[in-house]
């Protein structure tokens, strides 16, 4: 199985910066796309932002040019700095990795547990 933990979550005020911080662990073989999920109260999860293998970067738009994802492969972890937040950024961030436990097995998603941002105004 594949383990993620993430830290980093908290209460800031609004223009305020976090990072966030997820690990993967357990049995794997490579990981492919890293990413970051949010959700707020009453709305759907939607993607933040999601960083390749190779470094390639998507990213909301509502969070372009505040917020930077980036990586570390050799401790397959993946970061979330969010400079300028708003009140509006407040959610439940989950990371997200897609990876393979085997070279037989095909890719899978997994998922964090959450971490509690809250942006105050």
């Known amino acids: 199985q594949v383990q993620l933990v993430e830290s980093g979550g908290g209460l800031v005020q609004a223009g305020g910066s976090l990072r966030l911080s997820c690990t993967a662990s357990g049995s794997i073989f490579s990981i492919n796309v890293m990413g970051w999920y949010r959700q707020a109260p009453g709305k759907q999860r939607e993607l933040v932002a999601i960083?390749?293998?190779?470094?390639?970067?998507n990213y909301a738009d509502s969070v372009k040019g505040r917020f930077t994802i980036s990586r570390d492969n050799a401790k397959n972890t993946v970061f979330l700095q969010m400079n300028s937040l708003k009140p509006e950024d407040t959610a439940v961030y989950y990371c997200?990795?897609?990876?393979?436990?085997?070279?037989?097995?095909?890719?899978?998603?997994?998922w964090g547990q959450g971490t509690q941002v809250t942006v105050s105004s």
């Open positions: 960083i390749t293998s190779g470094g390639s970067t």
């Open positions: 997200n990795v897609r990876a393979r436990r085997t070279w037989l097995e095909n890719e899978n998603a997994y």
